[in-house]
Nanobody, 113 residues
Framework: QVQLVESGGGLVQAGGSLRLSCVASGRTFSRNAGWFRQGPGKEREFVATITQRDTYYTDSVKGRFTISRDNANNTVNLQMNSLKPEDTAVYYC?????????WGQGTQVTVSS
């Protein structure tokens, strides 16, 4: 059974950076992968996705966040720079497999002003 293990969350001051990683154990992946987030009192929202060729971002993170993948190590990363208090949320990675989408458990990111 595939499991996604996330790491890299934490507390950072506004303007700082964090790098989230998501490792798929038990299976290699070659389809789409990405990140969603859910802030306090908000619905889960799309952040970024990566295909084999392209990347897509929600407007609020363009120019600040960068998604990347390492297929050999079954990893998808999210580099987050110039963080803002409104980026505070639980971040969830996902990976699409032929059998469906698998989600990580979430990692907390807190940005203080």
């Amino acid at each position: 059974q595939v499991q996604l293990v996330e790491s890299g969350g934490g507390l950072v001051q506004a303007g700082g950076s964090l790098r989230l990683s998501c490792v798929a154990s038990g299976r290699t992946f070659s389809r789409n992968a990405g990140w969603f987030r859910q802030g306090p009192g908000k619905e889960r929202e799309f952040v970024a996705t990566i295909t084999q060729r392209d990347t897509y971002y929600t407007d609020s993170v363009k120019g600040r966040f960068t998604i990347s993948r390492d297929n050999a190590n079954n990893t998808v990363n999210l580099q987050m720079n110039s963080l803002k208090p409104e980026d505070t949320a639980v971040y969830y990675c996902y990976v699409d497999f032929s059998a469906g989408r698998v989600w990580g458990q979430g990692t907390q990111v807190t940005v203080s002003s």
